[in-house]
T-cell receptor, first 114, second 112 residues
Framework: GAVVSQHPSWVICKSGTSVKIECRSL??????MFWYRQFPKQSLMLMAT?????????EQGVEKDKFLINHASLTLSTLTVTSAHPEDSSFYIC??????????FGPGTRLLVL | GENVEQHPSTLSVQEGDSAVIKCTYS??????FPWYKQELGKRPQLIID?????GEKKDQRIAVTLNKTAKHFSLHITETQPEDSAVYFC???????????FGTGTRLLVSP
């Protein structure tokens, strides 16, 4: 099956710093990638849809200036959490959509903001 | 917008029993329904999906059924094994809209 990688797998940072998370589709091209946030024992909450070469589409309630998304190529999307605060601590997961419309998920990034 | 409800939230079965998880959706235009399995601390893994032009799909011990009229779909796992223990999420989307709307998840525990 299709493989999606995510880096880093975990990060601890100080409040006020910015953190960049990378999502890569390793063996297929993905014109569309998605960024989710997942709290413990809860479902996946879609944050934004990332389209290659265009601006991301953010879900209601998600601050676009807080969560910067760049989809510069068909295999890479990045999420930057700017000026991170403790409430941004969470599990962030990306997914990439293949030509059959199937979404494959990355392994996730666990962010802890101190 | 689309809303997906999933039941039950937890399900405990004995090894070898069958498990059924049910989901309902609100958007009659939805036509793609995947199921994901997520083990603790790991990524969701696609286990089976169904599109609206079929009513049932099977893959070994796993099957999914779709009732478009009633707007519900179900995951059936037969001969459950302890390694089936995980959280299962259903989802729905209008393929042309691309984004998936997830259910709230079902924690399945299979006891030996």
């Amino acid at each position: 099956g299709a493989v999606v990688s995510q880096h880093p797998s975990w990060v601890i940072c100080k409040s006020g710093t910015s953190v960049k998370i990378e999502c890569r589709s390793l063996d297929f091209q993905a014109t569309t990638m998605f960024w989710y946030r997942q709290f413990p024992k809860q479902s996946l909450m879609l944050m934004a849809t990332s389209n290659e070469g265009s601006k991301a589409t953010y879900e209601q309630g998600v601050e676009k200036d807080k969560f910067l998304i760049n989809h510069a190529s068909l295999t890479l999307s990045t999420l930057t959490v700017t000026s991170a605060h403790p409430e941004d601590s969470s599990f962030y997961i990306c997914s990439a959509r293949d030509l059959r419309e199937t979404q494959y998920f990355g392994p996730g990034t666990r962010l802890l903001v101190l | 917008g689309e809303n997906v409800e999933q039941h039950p939230s937890t399900l405990s079965v004995q090894e070898g029993d069958s498990a059924v998880i049910k989901c309902t959706y609100s958007d009659s235009a939805s036509n793609y329904f995947p199921w994901y399995k997520q083990e603790l601390g790991k990524r969701p893994q696609l286990i089976i999906d169904i599109r609206s032009n079929v009513g049932e799909k099977k893959d070994q011990r796993i099957a999914v059924t779709l009732n478009k009229t009633a707007k519900h779909f179900s995951l059936h796992i037969t001969e459950t094994q302890p390694e089936d223990s995980a959280v299962y999420f259903c989802a729905a989307s209008r393929v042309s809209f691309q984004k998936l709307v997830f259910g709230t998840g079902t924690r399945l525990l299979v006891s030996p």
